[in-house]
């Protein structure tokens, strides 16, 4: 079985420009969310996704957003980006069983 | 919301010995506590996980406890292995939204020969 698998692995922007990320969750998993990660920092929790509807959303600004489709991947989108949306973005599906979260290697954003 | 706080930063022990991490959060409602390892340039990888009607739990050389009064809860390794050295996270969440997890800021262990 594959596991979260996330596109494009790396990616380099301009400030002002617009990024799209996208994610496909296990097999039969349910709920994706993705996280920003910070060099040298925890992981911080963006966006959750349920059935194709939000059900979480951190503390980010309207510049994030992101939706789910009915085979149950998800995209990220980022507009007008900033210096310091500069990270690791990492998708992460949830089993609906065990509740465990697995995530995907990310996605490197540098914005210059 | 929910606040997560991990000590040490920084953890440096010899191989063969113990680590323990310690985590505390604030939001009495939360009730799964995971743990993630983090290898360098790599995806964080759950490595334990325990829920609040559980104090504590153990896989191999690696168990995690919990103390829901004071809130905090801890991740020990034993006979640590050079293949232990990470970053190692605790995270905190609700039974209702697990997807949903707040993270501590990392702790970086290595392990020396």
């Known amino acids: 079985d594959a596991g979260v698998t996330q596109s494009p692995t790396h990616l380099i922007k301009t400030r002002g420009q617009q990024v799209t990320l996208r994610c496909s969750p296990i097999s039969g998993h349910k709920s994706v969310s993705w996280y920003q990660q910070v060099l040298g920092q925890g992981p911080q929790f963006i966006f959750q996704y349920y059935e194709k509807e939000e059900r979480g959303r951190g503390n980010f600004p309207d510049r994030f957003s992101a939706r789910q489709f009915p085979n149950y991947s998800s995209e990220l989108n980022v507009n007008a980006l900033l210096l310091g949306d500069s990270a690791l973005y990492l998708c992460?599906?949830?089993?609906?069983?065990?509740?465990?979260?697995?995530f995907g290697e990310g996605s490197r954003l540098t914005v210059l | 919301g929910e606040n997560v706080e991990q000590h040490p930063s920084t953890l440096s022990v010899q191989e063969g010995d113990s680590a323990v991490i310690k985590c505390t959060y604030s939001?009495?409602?939360?009730?799964?506590f995971p743990w993630y390892k983090q290898e360098l340039g790599k995806r964080p990888q759950l490595i334990i996980d325990?829920?609040?009607?559980?104090g504590e739990k153990k896989d191999q050389r690696i168990a995690v406890t919990l103390n829901k009064t004071a809130k905090h809860f801890s991740l020990h390794i034993t006979e640590t292995q050079p293949e232990d050295s990470a970053v190692y996270f605790c995270?905190?969440?609700?039974?209702?939204?697990?997807?949903?997890?707040?993270f501590g800021a990392g702790t970086q262990v290595v392990v020396t020969p």
């Open positions: 992460a599906s949830r089993s609906d069983y065990t509740g465990e979260l697995f």
């Open positions: 939001d009495s409602a939360s009730n799964y």
């Open positions: 325990i829920r609040s009607n559980v």
């Open positions: 995270a905190a969440s609700t039974i209702i939204s697990w997807g949903k997890l707040q």
